[in-house]
């Protein structure tokens, strides 16, 4: 005869016997079950009393023996001995309880313990789902049943009891998140359970990581709920523990440890460990500068160092320069750096116009970058500049002798660069030129005189032309074709920017000379100051094309033109 057809009037149907609320001792013709009994957990088995009450069933509970946390037993406790005779016909049982997954043991899973005879112990033919240590309600919210026959009246239907069987089950790991650290220092660990624990008891050392087998204790120095309400965050204090957890170890709880659930449960020894995964960290730029690496006057890489590794295909870079707008970069134009594999190289040249980069090797500019798999963006980060000065224009302008008044002008050289130079260079030989014919000629000037003649340009005195300057005009009108930065020269010397950048790549941008008159023009007069003493200009510069400029000081030339050269040069001419 099924169970359902001997069920008394007003008893629920098995889908729904669990979820029958009664806080208060349920009677039945057997006894009393003390729904009040205190929770018993593993370690306290055989040594918890109770008030006997006629063998009535003292205390249930459910035991997860397994390290999975699958429920696989349930043990009864009763005031008197059992008989076989005694034991219930069969149990309803639910975990988590629930009226849906209600299922039927009966005395074939049932054993007295031998070593206490009112002990029962019901071994699951089938365990529950694993990890399900724990529910989210009152314990006295759920009740199984249990039937049992009167032998001695075999024909008459089964007594009925409701029981409340507690959880005795410990918790378990369920996911262990390592949060990348990318300097010295403690480590911390995202933690989730398989069911509420007491927060305050996740301290000390209450973890067991595995790592290459070998078992290690945690030592947590602090935890605290993690924001999204559902984890632990969990402070590792890597100086008193053995080792420190990495993406791949695994981690338990550690059964003599301070954890526990809301029940007092503390985890089986043996209970499942978790492989730790990394949660990495966003990174973060450590510095930009943008670079004119050909020394063409057009920056085309911007070097982006981060703090960790990242991956080039994760990438979108924003470069927004004040000169001439934004631009998005993908992965197609970034590459990783040849010496430091936090860096990597932005090329820009491909991005913008070239004629909007053209002679520009300075500016203010902002860099964005954002990665893919992170909803956090970090912080605009300004380059700095890394972008030496490249020359942009050149005028040569020949010195005069006049021959009936003796008075000599040396030749003057005018020079642009692509930005403000810091000081004026300082070196007596800061450009190169080649001549028509293709020779290189590098002249000599008088740097205590080198001034700065207007916004962006210099001029120089030529004291000396080389090579030898008295056979090179015998043969060479010196009508320079292209001119350069001499990088052959002290650093210190050198043109450098208001960043400090110095030019020393080999070559850098040419550019076209101007060859035009002597300066000033020929009205200028001056008496003839041959010697150390320096004399004074005067007059204005227009028609020249120099710009203007007043009050420029300088040391006549160390070699003066001859009336011979000049009219072997005028003849050639």
């Known amino acids: 005869m099924p169970l359902t057809a001997i069920l008394p009037e007003g008893i629920l149907p098995p889908a729904f016997l669990l979820i029958i609320c009664l806080n208060r001792p349920v009677l039945s013709e057997t006894g009393t079950v003390q729904s009040e009994a205190h929770s018993v957990g593993s370690a306290l088995r055989g040594i918890t009393s109770f008030s006997p009450a006629d063998n009535s069933l ?40 629930s009226p849906d997954s209600v299922r039927t043991e009966d005395r074939s899973s049932m054993f007295i313990d031998p070593d206490d005879s009112s002990h029962l112990i019901i071994y699951l033919i089938s365990p529950f789902p694993a990890g399900i240590t724990g529910y989210d309600q009152p314990e006295d919210n759920y ?7 009167n032998p001695a009246a075999p024909d008459d239907p089964p007594k009925i009891t409701q029981i409340v069987i507690r959880d005795s089950v410990g918790p378990l790991l369920t996911s262990a998140t390592l949060v990348e650290r990318l300097t010295a220092g403690n480590d911390t660990l995202y933690l989730s359970f398989s069911e509420p624990v007491d927060l305050q008891l996740v301290y000390s050392q209450c973890l067991t990581l595995i790592k290459n087998g070998m078992q290690h204790q945690l030592n947590i120095r602090a935890s605290a709920p993690h924001p999204d309400g559902k984890r632990i965050v969990a402070v590792v204090d890597n100086a008193l523990s053995a080792a420190p957890p990495l993406a791949g170890d695994s981690l338990k709880i550690s059964s003599t440890g301070l954890i526990t659930d809301a029940n007092g449960n503390k985890a089986f020894p043996e209970n499942r460990p978790v492989v730790i995964t990394l949660q990495p960290v966003i990174p973060g730029i450590v510095e930009a500068e943008y670079t004119d690496t050909d020394a063409d006057g057009r920056i085309e890489t911007v070097r982006i160092m981060f703090n960790k590794l990242v991956e080039l295909e994760d990438m979108t870079v924003t470069i927004d320069f004040e000169h001439i707008g934004s631009t998005e970069i993908g992965a197609a134009d970034l590459s990783m ?16 116009s070239p004629s909007l980069l053209q002679d520009l ?16 963006s970090i912080p605009t980060f300004e380059a700095s500049d ?23 002008h040396p030749d003057t050289i005018f020079t642009w660069y692509s930005e403000p130079l810091s000081v004026s260079p300082s070196t007596p030989r800061p450009l ?83 060859m035009a008159g002597p300066f000033p023009p020929s009205s200028d007069t001056r008496p003839d100051t041959t010697g150390t003493e320096p004399f004074a200009e005067s007059g204005t510069n227009e028609g020249c094309g120099c710009g203007t400029g007043t009050g420029i000081a300088f040391l006549p030339p160390l070699f003066y033109y001859t009336r011979k050269r000049v009219l072997k040069k005028l003849k050639k001419t």
């Open 58 to 97: 003292m205390y249930a509970a459910y035991f997860a023996e397994t390290p999975s946390g699958a429920v696989n037993q349930v043990e009864l406790w009763y005031t008197d001995a059992l008989t076989g005779d005694a034991l219930p016909d069969s149990v309803w049982l639910s975990w988590p309880p």
């Open 386 to 408: 890394g972008a030496a000065p490249v020359l942009t224009k050149v005028e040569y302008h020949h010195g005069r002798f006049d021959d009936s008044s003796s008075y000599t």
């Open 143 to 149: 009740r199984s049943t249990v039937f049992q026959h």
């Open 432 to 514: 190169c030129f080649t001549t028509a014919s293709g020779s290189i000629v590098i002249p000599t000037v008088h740097p205590q005189y080198t001034t700065q003649h207007s916004s962006g340009s210099y001029r120089f005195i030529v004291t000396e032309v080389q090579p030898n300057r008295r056979n090179a005009l015998q043969s060479d009108t010196l009508v320079f074709d292209t001119a350069w930065i001499n990088t052959e020269v002290m650093p210190e010397n050198n043109v450098a920017d208001m960043s400090g950048n110095v030019q020393f790549v080999i070559p850098n941008k040419r550019v076209g000379v101007t």
């Open 337 to 352: 750096d040849d010496y430091d594999p936090n860096t990597i190289n932005v090329r820009i040249d491909d991005s913008f």
């Open 361 to 376: 090797t300075s500016g203010r500019m902002k860099v964005n970058v954002r990665f893919s798999g992170f909803t956090d």
